[in-house]
């Protein structure tokens, strides 16, 4: 039997997961139907609306959380139909390749990469093209470190009564994501970033304007499985014993998320929010204090993942290495374009939002740049990431 020895996943997904899911998991088969599974089904149903903040309904679809963006992407958008998509990361190119290869008509917007989406820019961008009826956004960039202000942006396609698909993968249970205050119409995620769940559902919020809409469409949506009209029709009239629709759910992936999502209501929305604004705050000031530079300003900064530039005299591939194999933690590679080899990541969401973790990663990062000849300050950074914890109120 092979079994991974482990390391502790300092990345932005997948990540850490409790004990007692990882026990849900190896449960006897558990049949994805019938009364027992309907009483789970509808039980994360529950839970995933709480942590969504919505009365909308919400689809598991097996896969992982890019199957949940191409089947809002595949909803929302006819053959031939303008979708606004900003730039300014990995995951928001990814968004145009799924709006492009569903028929759409991609307007990009331009944002560098490590700065943030504005919503003046979305305004400017929807008076050049009017007739724009769709936008999609990454709300937590993953590539880059950067948490869009989506409550202004969100305001802006209310007024313009343009329908919002909205990315919160990383950000989801680590940071407030207010689906019906935003007046989102999709909103998609998945399990195994700050649900600390395994990988093996795409999860979707869907709301009451967008099903309309999808009622009202000119041209039927493509395909069976990413078809979100099917898989409610499907689910609708199986409801009573087979309620995740057409198609066979990953029923232990759904049991370690059940004990996941008990958690994550039981800590409360508020502290679990609180709790990692403050850590990712303690790991930038950690981080600064050691004379590495951040990639993303505070104000932009995400509380699930932090970007930097490595200090010179010091390369990515050695210290993700040295971090690996004398650490037992595994950190993350760059994906911007112009960093390529000059920028790290480190993830802290879910169980690794915890400040042990965090001054294990700061002083073995101090301690991996050393050995490559690097000057850095181990010291510093501990005493200034330990002033952020010393200073919160209790």
Known sequence: MRLQKHRLLMIPGPTEI???????????????????????????????????????????????????????????VEPGQKILIPGGGMFAERFKEMAANCG??????????????????VTSALDAHP????????????????THPM????????????????????????????????GLDYCMSGNHKCLESPSGTGL?????????????????????????????????????????????????????????????????LDNRFRRH????????????????ELLVEDAYASNTVTSFV????????????????????????SHHPKLLGKMLRVGHMGQTANRNCLLLVLTALAECFRLQGAKVSSPDAMDAALEVFRDQPK
């Not at 802006?156 to 680590?174: A, F, N, Q, Y």
């Not at 979707?204 to 039927?220: C, G, L």
């Open 277 to 292: 604004a403050l850590c990712a705050k303690a790991f930038r000031e950690g981080m600064r204090a050691m004379g590495i």
């Open 310 to 333: 490595i200090p010179e005299g010091s390369t990515d591939a050695e210290t993700v290495r040295l971090m690996r194999e004398e650490f037992d933690i595994i950190i993350a590679n």
């Open 104 to 121: 759409g008509h991609v307007v990009p917007l331009e944002v560098e990469w490590c700065r943030p989406l504005m919503p003046d820019m």
């Open 151 to 182: 409550e202004g942006i969100a305001d802006v396609c209310r007024r313009r009564e343009v329908s919002l698909i909205l990315d919160t993968v990383t950000s989801l249970g680590g940071i407030e994501v207010p689906s019906d205050v935003w």
């Open 131 to 146: 007739d724009i009826r769709v936008m999609a956004v990454i709300h937590n960039e993953t590539s880059t470190g950067v």
């Open 204 to 268: 979707i919020m869907i709301s009451e304007r967008a099903w309309k809409q999808m009622e009202a469409r000119k041209t039927p949506i493509h395909g069976w499985f990413l078809n979100l009209m099917n898989l409610r029709e499907y689910a609708d009239r199986f409801s009573s014993w087979h309620p995740s629709g057409p198609v066979s759910t990953p029923s232990h992936v759904v049991a370690a998320l059940e004990v996941s999502l008990d958690n994550i209501l039981a800590e409360g």
């Open 18 to 76: 409790a004990y007692e899911a990882l026990l849900a998991m190896a449960q006897p088969s558990i049949v994805h139907y019938g009364d027992d599974y309907v009483d789970r089904h509808r039980h994360v149903m529950g839970s995933l609306q709480k942590i969504f903040q919505t009365t909308n309904s919400i689809m598991m679809i097996p896969g992982s959380s890019s199957i949940a963006m191409e089947a809002a992407v595949n909803a929302a």
